[in-house]
T-cell receptor, first 114, second 112 residues
């Protein structure tokens, strides 16, 4: 069974530029999560999708971050414009359902904003 | 507010010994889940163990067990017979109310 795929693995951009990250969850997983993990901290949930609907995006900075999940499968997370404090690893995870299910994480995208 | 607290930034354990990683949580929801994840230096998050708030028995998965004390709101991870490959960051996490919260992590180093 293929795991959660993410691309790119690394990205360096200048502040005020835009960037997009892509995630392909495990086949059949209804729930998809995007996390931001700043160096030395635990992951912070940005947005959770159930199929192609948003379950929770209360911690997503909506003035600059956006996310969508196309046809309930792949998902993209975009930042526009990027700030220095957006430098972090962006993790995508998927699970068969919400709540009690373990989450399977992708390898992450390391973003550096200069 | 819901939150997870891990008070041990770093821990050392001798190979083959047992180690306990502490985790306390705060929630007003009656239904919640508690998780432990391992993050090696490679960066991927690996699920270790899960405990539901209504589960009567402490969860166990191989060398991992979760010491769940509901009244104290603690969910400590016990790793028995530590191995060199156990050296990693360990995160406690909680699900509840469509949210998922991670602690700040504990760095575990296993000494040969």
């Amino acid at each position: 069974e293929a795991g959660v795929a993410q691309s790119p693995r690394y990205k360096i951009i200048e502040k005020r530029q835009s960037v997009a990250f892509w995630c392909n969850p495990i086949s059949g997983h209804a729930t998809l999560y995007w996390y931001q993990q700043i160096l030395g901290q635990g992951p912070k949930l940005l947005i959770q999708f159930q199929n192609n609907g948003v379950v929770d995006d209360s911690q997503l900075p909506k003035d600059r971050f956006s996310a969508e999940r196309l046809k309930g499968v792949d998902s993209t997370l975009k930042i526009q414009p990027a700030k220095l404090e957006d430098s972090a690893v962006y993790l995508c995870a998927s699970s068969p359902g919400q709540g009690a299910y373990e989450q399977y994480f992708g390898p992450g995208t390391r973003l550096t904003v200069t | 507010a819901q939150k997870i607290t891990q008070t041990q930034p770093g821990m050392f354990v001798q190979e083959k010994e047992a180690v306990t990683l502490d985790c306390t949580y705060d929630t007003s929801d009656p239904s919640y889940g508690l998780f432990w994840y391992k993050q090696p230096s490679s960066g991927e998050m690996i699920f270790l163990i899960y405990q539901g708030s209504y589960d009567q028995q402490n969860a166990t998965e191989g060398r991992y067990s979760l010491n769940f004390q509901k009244a104290r709101k603690s969910a400590n991870l016990v790793i028995s017979a530590s191995q060199l490959g156990d050296s990693a960051m360990y995160f406690c996490a909680m699900s509840g109310g469509n949210q998922f919260y991670f602690g700040t992590g504990t760095s575990l180093t296993v000494i040969p």
